[in-house]
């Protein structure tokens, strides 16, 4: 079946380390999204790939980063730079296939720095 | 900027039509889209209209358009405790073609 596929589910880190979050799609969609949920801020833009090997910053970029190497596969580094890292972190997917827009998204990974 | 706003909370009775409300600010919205999130999941589209219908049906759900006064609304019948969630609302037409979330409305369904 085609999806979005987020790994871990659960992360815990130390304060000061660097954490990569993975996120894999086969639905052959061009655009990718990161995006930051905190209960009651909805949710927030972090990074997003319209093409492989382009990205763009979104509304909250400071503190992490990107790369998109392949089509399937957008992984997001949350680096010792975030000064509040801990959050349910949302990866979607979007095709020009269908007009309508819409984003396909992963089950998301929760990340608890200790 | 482009903003979505929606209230936080809702509260209704098993059995009871809800009706979750949203406004936009994008005049050139294409797209508008309500996704459903469950406790520790991700996103689900629920459904979505396009700019230029007034209202879309779908089994339980009824999402109404007014696109003068820019507000959007879901309406579901005979809500279920299943139906508790988050709910979220999208608009489609970002300057960079992104989609703009609300906070999202929590509904809360007592039996």
């Known amino acids: 079946d085609g999806g979005i596929t987020q790994s871990p589910k659960y992360l815990f880190r130390k304060e000061g380390q660097n954490v990569t979050l993975s996120c894999e799609q086969n639905l052959n969609h061009d655009a990718m999204y990161w995006y930051r949920q905190d209960p009651g801020q909805g949710l927030r833009l972090i990074y997003y790939?319209?093409?492989?090997?382009?990205?763009q910053k979104g509304d909250i970029a400071e503190g992490y980063s990107v790369s998109r190497e392949k089509k399937e596969s957008f992984p997001l580094t949350v680096t010792s730079a975030q000064k509040n890292p801990t959050a349910f972190y949302l990866c979607a997917s979007r095709g020009h296939h269908k007009n309508t827009g819409e984003l396909f998204f992963g089950e998301g990974s929760r990340l608890t720095v200790l | 900027g482009e903003d979505v706003e929606q209230s936080l909370f809702l509260s209704v009775r098993e059995g009871d039509s809800s009706v979750i409300n949203c406004t936009y600010t994008d005049s050139s919205s294409t797209y508008l889209y309500w996704y459903k999130q469950e406790p520790g999941a991700g996103l689900q589209l629920l459904t979505y209209i396009f700019s230029n219908m007034d209202m879309k049906q779908d089994q339980r759900l009824t999402v109404l358009l007014n696109k003068k006064d820019k507000h959007l609304s879901l309406r579901i019948a005979d809500t279920q405790t299943g139906d508790s969630a988050i709910y979220f609302c999208?608009?489609?037409?970002?300057?960079?073609?992104?989609?703009?979330f609300g906070k999202g409305t929590k509904l809360s369904v007592k039996p």
């Open positions: 999208a608009d489609f037409g970002g300057s960079q073609g992104n989609l703009i």
């Open positions: 790939s319209q093409i492989v090997n382009d990205f």
